[in-house]
């Protein structure tokens, strides 16, 4: 209203476009965003595991928060356990998951601290988890983390841009492979958020009747 009732300097027109935009883009990941669930909680989308090698997705999924990492100072580190190292899930989902948390981690993790990617190979299946040394999340605040929309600190998520819908997201890609979701935190000495994914079903053998 004011860029349009009002003739505005540069700077002023500036920067009231700059809202606008960082708005605007907003707007399109919690439209993105409700698309996703709705596909998947309406049985419009399904898996298609392959295995995958669980380094490479994890590099390319940070790659795109990489920059952002570096401006904030914030350390990478991946450890992956010999027997982890390939996941049954599949590979847009998973690129999707690793996204969602690691963005998430970033807007929690303060200047100089630390994100670890680890992998291992659980009964049954791989766990993959993302730890930070972000603020935390108090424990009454713990169990609805993966809610859709549900902010343990409302401010904070609006001011760093978050929609309220990743983990959601998370928790229902990773439970659409068969798989768990699970977190731990401590108030002040960051988060970890573990996703278990089952292996590959064993091939079935053919009996030939006697």
């Known amino acids: ?7 505005a300097d540069p700077e002023t027109t500036r920067r009231f476009l700059g809202v606008i935009l960082a708005n ?15 596909r998947i909680e309406s ?18 999924s940070w790659g795109l928060v990489a920059d952002r990492a570096a401006a904030q100072g914030v ?5 992956i356990a010999p027997d982890a190292g390939q996941v049954h899930a599949d ?12 963005d998430n981690a970033l807007r929690y993790t303060p200047p100089g601290g630390r994100i670890t990617v680890t992998a291992r190979h659980d009964p049954g299946g791989v766990g993959l988890a993302v730890r930070d040394t972000g603020i935390g999340v ?12 549900y902010r343990a600190d409302a401010a904070r998520s609006r001011d760093q841009g978050g929609t309220g819908l990743g983990l959601a997201i998370v928790r229902h890609l990773v439970e659409a492979h068969g798989g768990q979701v699970s977190a731990e935190s401590e108030l002040g000495r960051g988060t970890e958020i573990r996703c278990w994914f089952p292996d590959a079903p064993a091939a079935l053998t053919a009996v030939t009747p006697s």
């Not at 108090?138 to 929309?149: A, S």
């Open 1 to 7: 209203e004011t860029l349009v009732q009002e003739a």
């Open 24 to 38: 605007a883009r907003r707007m399109q990941r919690l439209v993105d965003g409700l698309l996703d669930l709705s």
């Open 43 to 60: 049985g419009g989308w399904r898996p298609e595991p392959e295995s995958l090698e669980v380094a490479g997705i994890v590099r390319e």
């Open 75 to 79: 350390d990478f580190e991946v450890v």
């Open 91 to 102: 590979p847009v989902a998973l690129r999707q998951v690793l996204s969602n948390l690691l």
């Open 138 to 149: 108090t424990r009454e605040h713990l169990p609805r983390i993966f809610e859709r929309f």
